[in-house]
């Protein structure tokens, strides 16, 4: 695999995407100022990213890497499905995932800015 490969998209959901951007979460936002700033081990983060069918709410092309922030409606057994859908269909694509509650993310985003750098250090390899 390619070091910077592009997963293809719906040329659609770039509009949307753009959308997202502009009305992020406050779990996004705050961990997007994280990404952003920190530039994680010299690895570049991009928001709302749009391949195959779905949107990422963060990802690396170096690492093959989507980081997912779940919300309460992601408790709701059809989303979660989804989610679980949308996943292994990206997985078959060789991204790999990170998920992140979105409770943690505002009240531990330290704690999961290092597990997101724990991953870097054991997986960057695999990308």
Known sequence: MSRN??????????????????????????LWSDLRQKQILGFQFHRQVPMLDYIVDFYCH???????????SHSNEAIADNDEIRQKRLEEKGIHFLRFDDLEVKQNREV???????????????A
């Open 112 to 126: 999961i800015i290092n597990d997101i750098i724990s991953w870097i250090e054991q997986n960057h390899n695999l």
């Open 5 to 30: 490969k592009i997963i293809p998209y719906r040329k659609d959901l770039k509009i949307l995407a753009r959308k997202l951007r502009k009305n992020s979460t406050l779990s996004e936002i705050l």
């Open 62 to 72: 170096e690492l093959h890497l989507a980081i997912e922030i779940d919300g309460e």
